[in-house]
Nanobody, 115 residues
Framework: QVRLVESGGGSVQPGGSLRPSCVVS????????MGWYRQVPDKGRELVAR???????YYPPFLEGRFTVSVDKAANTVSLQMNNLKPQDTAVYYC?????????WGQGTQVTVSS
């Protein structure tokens, strides 16, 4: 049974950093690509980071290199280091496979960037 549990969000001022993490159960991280996504009200989820099973990372250009995805396969955990946060980064952040399995979304973790 797949279970994705996100944590580590919070409230920070612009320019701050956060490192949400996702504990993964029921997904073999050695053969599945993983992604971090975010969603704001009235908009669909968008991909903000992808990590392939062999360690290749992808980020959309609009992030300007501020986010870094990593994995600890021994702990079945995928993390997202977010630096120089901006108000437009405010969203609920989720992890899932990439492409996502729509039956597997967790509860997400809220990130709020505000002065």
């Amino acid at each position: 049974q797949v279970r994705l549990v996100e944590s580590g969000g919070g409230s920070v001022q612009p320019g701050g950093s956060l490192r949400p993490s996702c504990v993964v159960s029921g997904i073999d991280l050695s053969i599945n690509d993983m992604g971090w996504y975010r969603q704001v009200p009235d908009k669909g989820r968008e991909l903000v980071a992808r990590l392939t099973s062999d360690g290749v990372r992808y980020y959309p250009p609009f992030l300007e290199g501020r986010f870094t995805v990593s994995v600890d396969k021994a702990a079945n955990t995928v993390s997202l280091q977010m630096n120089n946060l901006k108000p437009q980064d405010t969203a609920v952040y989720y992890c899932n496979t990439q492409p996502p399995d729509f039956g597997n979304w967790g509860q997400g973790t809220q990130v709020t960037v505000s002065s």
